[in-house]
């Protein structure tokens, strides 16, 4: 009796546990329990032997499921009340023989396999049936199967794989159809087969797709970047859309790609207009097409690209804007604003540094101008209140003023290229470089005017000679240019500093080429130097940054030079192998290079120096018997303190106290510079972790998170080279926080800290006019008036600020912050390597090396031109860049808005777009020069 009642019990509980209803009867209204009483009484006929039965049963399942999962907002009903079902359908599947019936219940079973989390049946079910259209089942179910898809080609071989890319064949199209090209994209892309979205693509779908595509280019590792970029390119030509196909070419970091994609897209586009427009967008990338002569309009389009027109129309907008009156130093300083203090900080602050700071300031504000208050008027008085070297930087300065107005720049600076002081004539052939930087001419003048002194016996005029080539042709990769510029390498006789400087100006030529020539000269060089010159002499960290700009971007092609700087001494090869690594993916966002750079930085290097200090200053608390030594003080400090504690000193005691300062903050420079030294690589690290990160905004937010780690946790030499990091992660962009952080910086115990941060203020502010950012500066002039080094650091941020009176950007950007351009970013990214030393560059006898930003300085302004390249003024709306990727419709691309008429200017993240319908824009961002062509289907009499 008893084996019965159990038996009976487990029965119960059986029954209990296959038939029960996952909802509970409570809750079923009296039309949901008729549903489910339909469906079970359905799947008990399947379970029927009679074949005739069938399909009716599975047609009626068919529509039930079909009706639920049109729209689905939650697991419709016949899905929920079929789920306890699962097991016994797949039972009857297998039980059927083949036929159409059995092919339309595995379709059944797909679709239910969606509630079912675990394996891919929903997948496997499908192929077995794929009697009806995808399309019936609804989106839900086709994203299902889409992500089984990319589950089953990361684990299953290409073989077996044949039914899927069928089922593939259909599952693309229905999400073109559907405003789904994202997910389109993304199934292609896992099966890497992104090419072949080019068959699905029509006149509504293209640029929604590309668009997509475009924005995944700097989430993917390398090669994929380069295929996506391929497919857009082919996408686009396919359309006839030849701008938008060369934005795609101009994003390519192979300089030899790129010029045949340009090549093709010039003759492939045949309309003259159309190609003025694509000269223009060259021209702004800084490297000139090599065309053929015959071509329709040759003469022309080679001057646009030459960017010969950029001075005219730079000084039109000026003109437009009425900006054209030139401003002094002290308009910009604004000193009757500070409270009164002795103009140049009294007796304490050397004359001759300030009318240097003031001749960078004159330069820098009146940039392209081609007048000013100081050097056109009578610039002999201005260039003698100087000393030295200064006096080359002063002469300098009118290449800057004169900047890209070749023919009537060289004019104005010839006079002084006769001086009987070798540091001017120095100077004036540094001007000759700058005022060719970023335009290129026929007659080579730069080249002419500045090759004889490149061998001079005069060191000035050596550099200067050598540094001036290099701004003039920056991107070019002239042959004729590197052979000259490569002749200090080759000859044996030079010094370390003429060596470090012919190597830069190398690589600012042959910028992302890896030109193998001048990578093999240089390396060649440094394995001919003696191993301690390399460690102490910061000349030689030039020759590793030329490795590293001719790098710049391709990382596919520099592992013979990262194996080569693996030979030289340990903490110079560190150096040099970090910075070539980083720039060969500067603006590629490799989170894992990033990660590599941050455990870098991580490392407490020096241990060995440690242990050492540590018995020094056992020592000097011995013989000094006081309670808490300076020296102790000092080393536990770091390198800012010790310099504090040294300048304030009282004298106490018969000076005894006076003269153990002294020698503790001796003691202390001695091993600050030693421990600098030794750990220069992880300074550089620093800013590679921005040189990677700056292309795109997550990557940018966080590096400037990993940076405030830094801050509180890094070596000296790590916050020393933090402010230059954030510096490039915001050119010419105040962001609120960047300010904030680099305010607090600009007061840091560390010199160098402080230096850095106000260097990194102008570039942050670079062209921008930032009120909050020119008070801010204000402010720090009156703080550091006794101190002569952060007073010359503080106006050359003032005159980087109001850079071409607000109206040039230092930004390497361009086209919607989309394309990176080498030439730009190589001088931006030399004097911010050269700042992990400032104190013995910019501060020295080098702050000649301020000029590199030449190369980067470009109008930021929008000027519209018809077709025969006349100004055309057109109202045009600008506002804050809006996101549009993936969204449906056509969605508005800006926000906040206000209506101007052309020429503009244009701020960090403002788009424009045309506000009239008469004119339809040849370019796909209104950025730069744009060429207006008159709408087809505009009517003058409608309006």
């Known amino acids: 009796a008893e084996g019965d009642e159990e038996k009976k019990a487990s029965s119960d509980g059986k029954e209990e546990e296959t038939t029960a209803p996952p909802v509970q009867e409570a809750e079923l209204s009296d039309e949901d329990r008729q549903l489910q009483d339909d469906l079970t009484m359905l799947v008990e006929r399947l379970q029927e032997p009679q074949g005739d039965l069938h399909g009716p049963t599975l047609e009626s399942l068919r529509t039930l499921i079909r009706a639920s999962t049109s729209s689905m907002t939650s697991v419709p009903k016949p899905l929920k009340f079929l789920r306890p079902h699962y097991d016994t359908i797949k039972d009857v599947y297998s039980t059927w023989d083949e036929g159409d019936n059995k092919k339309h219940l595995a379709d059944i079973i797909s679709v239910l396999a969606m509630t079912r989390s675990e394996g891919r049946e929903c997948l496997e079910y499908r192929i077995y049936g794929s009697c009806d259209a995808l399309e019936s089942w609804g989106h839900e179910y086709v994203r299902h199967i889409s992500a089984q898809i990319g589950q089953a080609y990361v684990e299953t071989s290409d073989e077996d794989l044949t039914p899927v890319y069928e089922l593939v064949q259909d599952i693309i199209p229905f999400n073109m159809k559907h405003n789904a090209e994202a997910e389109a994209c993304d199934l292609l892309m896992e099966l890497e087969k992104i090419d072949q979205i080019r068959q699905y693509v029509d006149e509504n779908t293209y640029q929604r797709v590309c668009l997509y595509l475009m924005s995944c280019v700097r989430y993917v590792p390398s090669p994929e970047d380069e295929e996506l970029l391929d497919t857009c390119l082919k996408i686009y030509c396919k359309f006839g859309e030849y701008a938008q196909a060369l934005r795609m070419t101009l994003m390519k970091s192979n300089r030899s790609v790129t010029e045949v994609s340009a090549h093709t897209c010039f003759i492939e586009c045949g309309d003259l207009s159309k190609q003025k427009q694509l000269a223009f967008m060259i021209g702004r990338q800084q490297f000139l097409l090599d065309l053929d002569e015959e071509i329709e309009g040759f003469e022309e389009l080679t001057e646009i690209m030459s960017n010969s027109h950029l001075n005219t129309h730079f000084l039109a907008l000026a003109r437009e804007l009425d900006i054209m009156e030139p401003k002094s130093p002290e308009d910009i300083y604004k000193t009757h604003l500070e409270s009164h203090r002795p103009s140049f900080g009294g007796a304490n602050v050397d004359s001759a540094k300030q009318n240097l700071a003031s001749s960078f300031v004159n330069g820098f504000v009146n940039c392209a101008y081609g007048q000013d208050k100081l050097m056109t008027t009578d610039g002999n008085k201005w260039i003698y209140k100087n000393k030295d070297a200064g006096m080359m930087s002063a002469t300098a300065s009118l290449g800057l003023i004169l900047l890209w107005d070749v023919d009537g720049g060289l004019s104005s600076i010839d006079k002084y290229l006769y001086s009987n002081n070798d540091h001017i004539k120095a100077g004036a052939l540094l001007a000759c470089g700058i005022v060719n930087s970023g335009v290129r001419n026929d007659c080579d003048p730069a080249l002419a005017l500045l090759s004889d002194y490149v061998t001079s016996d005069n060191l000035s005029m050596r550099i200067a000679s050598l540094l001036g080539l290099g701004l003039a042709y920056a991107g070019t990769n002239a042959d004729y240019v590197v052979d000259t510029l490569a002749a200090p390498l080759t000859e044996g006789k030079a010094s370390l500093e003429v060596l470090g400087v012919s190597a830069l100006t190398l690589g600012l030529v042959t910028v992302g080429t890896c030109n193998s020539d001048v990578t093999l000269s240089v390396l060649q060089a440094l394995m001919e130097l003696d191993g301690s010159l390399l460690v102490k002499d910061k000349n030689a960290r030039l020759l590793a940054l030329s490795i590293g700009l001719t790098a710049l971007g391709r990382y596919d092609a520099c592992e013979a030079s990262l194996e080569a700087l693996k030979t030289l001494p340990d903490s110079f090869s560190q150096f040099a192998t970090i910075l070539v690594e980083a720039c060969s993916k500067a603006g590629t966002g490799d989170v894992l290079a990033v990660q590599n750079l941050l455990h870098i930085c991580s490392e407490h290097c020096g241990t060995d120096s440690a242990a050492d200090d540590k018995k020094k200053e056992t020592k000097s608390s011995a013989v000094a018997a006081a309670p808490e030594p300076p020296s102790a003080a000092a080393a536990g400090a770091g390198a800012g303190d010790s310099l504090t504690v040294g300048a304030e000193v009282t004298v106490t005691d018969g000076g005894a106290e006076t003269d153990s300062k002294a020698k503790d903050k001796k003691s202390a420079d001695k091993k600050d510079e030693k421990k600098s030294t030794n750990n220069a690589h992880q300074g550089v690290a620093v800013l590679g972790i921005a040189l990677i990160a700056m292309g795109e905004e997550i990557g940018v937010e966080m590096a400037m998170r990993s940076y405030a780690h830094l801050l509180h946790y890094g070596e000296p030499v790590i916050r020393r080279a933090v402010p230059l990091g954030l510096a490039l992660l915001s050119v010419s962009d105040p962001k609120l926080k960047v300010l904030d952080t680099l305010s607090k910086l600009s007061h840091d115990a560390d010199q160098e800290v402080a230096l850095n941060a106000i260097l990194a203020l102008g570039i942050v502010g670079a062209g921008t006019n930032n009120a909050r950012l020119a008070a801010m500066l204000r402010q720090l002039a009156q703080y550091y008036y006794k101190d002569d080094s952060c007073l010359f650091m503080t106006r050359i941020a003032q005159g980087l600020t109001h850079l071409g009176k607000g109206t040039l950007t230092l930004s390497p950007y361009h086209s919607d912050r989309a394309i990176l351009s080498p030439a730009n970013l190589s001088g ?110 505009y009517d003058e009499s409608e309006q």
């Open 828 to 937: 931006l990214l030399s004097l911010l390597v050269i700042c992990l030393d400032v104190k013995g560059s910019l501060l020295g006898n080098k702050h000649y090396f301020l000029y590199l930003l030449a190369t980067a300085i470009q109008p930021r302004m929008l000027v519209t031109l018809d077709e025969q390249l006349n100004p055309l003024p057109v109202t045009v709306r600008v506002g804050q860049a809006v996101d549009v990727v993936g969204q449906a419709g056509k969605p508005k691309t800006i926000t906040g808005f206000q209506t101007h008429t052309t020429p503009v200017l244009l701020q960090a993240g403002e788009r424009a777009e045309l506000a009239t319908e008469q004119y339809v824009s040849l370019s796909p961002v209104l950025e730069g020069f744009v060429v207006l062509k008159k709408s087809e289907d």
